[in-house]
């Protein structure tokens, strides 16, 4: 909800540029795909619970729904303006 609502205020707002919030976007989907990675549960004979695909795609639409917020706050942005 926040990986929304945050980039939407934001844009909407017109706080700040639109690539910085896409790299800040980024880097945070970086950085919790490794904290993710690095923090998988085993289970008793050592194997990994959860598979690596699954966790990237956790962080794909991480980061599309920051994108998503940004876009339609933009948007909104724009429509006020006009």
Do not use: N, S
Not at 28 to 45: E, F, I, S, Y
Not at 60 to 70: D, R
Request: aromatic share 10%.
């Amino acid at each position: 909800m926040l990986a929304f609502a945050l980039p939407l205020a934001f844009g909407a707002a017109g706080v700040g540029r639109p690539r910085l919030f896409i790299v800040l976007g980024a880097a945070l989907a970086c950085t919790w795909a490794v904290a993710l990675v690095a923090g998988r549960a085993r289970d008793g004979q050592g194997h990994h619970v959860v598979p690596v695909w699954f966790l990237m795609g956790l962080v794909a639409l991480l980061y599309v729904l920051w994108c998503g917020g940004l876009w339609l706050g933009t948007r909104l942005r724009k429509a006020r303006a006009h």
